[in-house]
């Protein structure tokens, strides 16, 4: 199942600046940066569950945000890509 992680995550002090890094390194564990803070995610539901609670553990629920967007398998037909930064197959081999 495709899910979209988008956050926003309030940097105006050091806990901020810590929380971002640590929820952008979370998210770099799981899926592929397609934007500074969206991430796509290829994982199954009791990984993406798991994933999600890790990540609002990490969040200032009063200063941060975390969206959660369930494309399923079918995800194909629901992403347009247009410009620079070319697409990837997030069911593909990923390079490092």
Same mark, same amino acid.
């Not at 969040?59 to 995800?75: A, E, K, V």
């Given at each position: 199942?495709?899910?979209?992680?988008?956050?926003?995550?309030?940097?105006?002090?050091?806990?901020?600046?810590?929380?971002?890094?640590?929820?952008?390194?979370?998210?770099?564990?799981?899926? #592929?940066?397609? #934007?500074?803070?969206?991430?796509?995610?290829?994982?199954?539901?009791?990984?993406?569950?798991?994933?999600?609670?890790?990540?609002?553990?990490?969040?200032? #629920?009063?200063?941060?945000?975390?969206?959660?967007?369930? &494309?399923?398998?079918?995800?194909?037909?629901?992403?347009?890509?247009?410009?620079?930064? =070319?697409?990837?197959? =997030?069911?593909?081999?990923?390079? &490092?």
């Amino acid at each position: 199942m495709l899910t979209v992680i988008t956050y926003d995550v309030n940097t105006e002090d050091a806990d901020g600046r810590r929380r971002l890094r640590k929820v952008a390194k979370h998210c770099v564990n799981y899926g #592929q940066r397609v #934007q500074n803070s969206v991430f796509e995610c290829d994982a199954d539901a009791a990984t993406m569950a798991r994933i999600r609670n890790d990540l609002i553990k990490l969040i200032d #629920q009063d200063r941060d945000s975390l969206r959660f967007y369930y &494309l399923g398998n079918s995800y194909r037909t629901k992403i347009e890509h247009i410009g620079a930064k =070319p697409s990837y197959d =997030p069911e593909g081999f990923l390079s &490092l």
